[in-house]
């Protein structure tokens, strides 16, 4: 009730302006992984896609909302798993 879909806002992180989606449910279609806790996200999960606003759309990831929101305290893996292949 009340949610609104297709809502982007932006929110700072290591120093850059991040471009921040709300995936609704009805489309979250596939599996992706989530960088803050090595996770899958299954399809039909609400989540939030996030990238560098000035990057160039190719650095999109999906996160739990609850892992993006504790991103601070989930950088040093992300910075770990920088190498890792991309969904
Ligand atoms: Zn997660």
């Known amino acids: ?3 609104r879909h297709g ?3 932006t929110d700072n992180w290591l120093g850059e302006q991040w471009s921040v989606r709300h995936i609704s449910g009805a489309a ?3 599996h992706y992984r989530c960088p803050g806790c090595d996770q899958e ?3 039909g999960v609400p989540h ?3 990238w560098p606003e000035y ?3 190719d650095d999109r990831r999906h996160w739990h909302k609850a892992c993006w929101n504790a991103r601070d305290r989930r950088a040093a893996r992300i910075q770990r ?3 890792a292949p991309r969904y």
């Open 1 to 3: 009730m009340g949610e």
């Open 7 to 9: 809502l982007q806002r």
């Open 28 to 30: 979250a279609v596939k």
């Open 41 to 43: 996200i299954p399809p």
């Open 48 to 50: 939030v896609v996030a």
């Open 55 to 57: 990057g160039d759309g």
């Open 81 to 83: 798993s920088r190498q």
